[in-house]
């Protein structure tokens, strides 16, 4: 019996372990993603930030829907994911070769690695981005907050403290209005309207 005939028995239970590997290997992954944004959950964005703060040009991003609650009291939970779904897609789309993940409710982590020096620029664009109407909630009115630091800034803490000083950040802008000047290690703040329509005066 040559060796080729004496291996094919064991090929179909091989390819069964291959089948079922990848299968459950696709069904671990679908577990670490937010089914209602798709980014990934918090212990999932964890593990891969930390791998990303090993590179001292990573900055981290922190930002959350104001007035969220008010949202699902007045147009219900259905707009209020709408627009959770939104600020999610905007927030991956404005932050290539990042991670991105959803920390619970409306609180949204990144980090980016800033290979060239542009990463205030970068989230300039994100915050403008985040300021264009949802086009599948136009009765939705808010605004989405947006603080970030940088690692190289704070060389011995890790990523929850940098979480903490970019919360900082946050609601410094929050407290601001749209925007703030620089603060020390805090980064630039950003306050960007979600939602807000045309000739529509003030914050919502």
């Given at each position: 019996?040559?060796?080729?005939?004496?291996?094919?028995?064991?090929?179909?239970?091989?390819?069964?372990?291959?089948?079922?590997?990848?299968?459950?290997?696709?069904?671990?992954?679908?577990?670490?993603?937010?089914?209602?944004?798709?980014?990934?959950?918090?212990?999932?964005?964890?593990?891969?930030?930390?791998?990303?703060?090993?590179?001292?040009?990573?900055?981290?991003?922190?930002?959350?829907?104001?007035?969220?609650?008010?949202?699902?009291?007045?147009?219900?939970?259905?707009?209020?994911?709408?627009?959770?779904?939104?600020?999610?897609?905007?927030?991956?789309?404005?932050t290539p070769g990042?991670?991105?993940?959803?920390?619970?409710?409306?609180?949204?982590?990144a980090v980016i690695?800033?290979?060239?020096?542009?990463?205030?620029?970068?989230?300039?664009?994100?915050?403008?981005?985040?300021?264009?109407?949802?086009?599948?909630?136009?009765?939705?009115?808010?605004?989405?907050?947006?603080?970030?630091?940088?690692?190289?800034?704070?060389?011995?803490?890790?990523?929850?403290?940098?979480?903490?000083?970019?919360?900082?950040?946050?609601?410094?802008?929050?407290?601001?209005?749209?925007?703030?000047?620089?603060?020390?290690?805090?980064?630039?703040?950003?306050?960007?309207?979600?939602?807000?329509?045309?000739?529509?005066?003030?914050?919502?």
């Open positions: 019996m040559s060796t080729l005939a004496a291996l094919l028995p064991a090929v179909p239970p091989v390819i069964g372990w291959a089948v079922h590997a990848r299968w459950l290997h696709g069904r671990l992954t679908t577990a670490r993603r937010d089914p209602l944004t798709g980014l990934w959950t918090r212990d999932a964005f964890t593990r891969r930030a930390r791998r990303l703060l090993r590179d001292p040009r990573a900055v981290v991003v922190l930002a959350d829907v104001d007035h969220f609650k008010q949202i699902n009291d007045t147009h219900g939970h259905a707009a209020g994911d709408v627009l959770l779904a939104t600020v999610a897609a905007r927030l991956a789309h404005g990042g991670v991105v993940g959803r920390l619970g409710g409306d609180e949204f982590a690695i800033d290979r060239d020096g542009t990463a205030a620029e970068r989230l300039d664009v994100l915050g403008r981005v985040l300021a264009r109407p949802v086009d599948a909630a136009p009765e939705v009115h808010t605004t989405v907050s947006l603080g970030w630091v940088r690692a190289a800034d704070h060389p011995s803490e890790d990523l929850s403290s940098l979480l903490r000083r970019a919360d900082e950040a946050m609601y410094t802008a929050k407290r601001s209005g749209r925007s703030a000047p620089r603060r020390a290690h805090l980064g630039r703040l950003l306050g960007s309207v979600v939602g807000r329509r045309p000739g529509r005066r003030g914050a919502a």
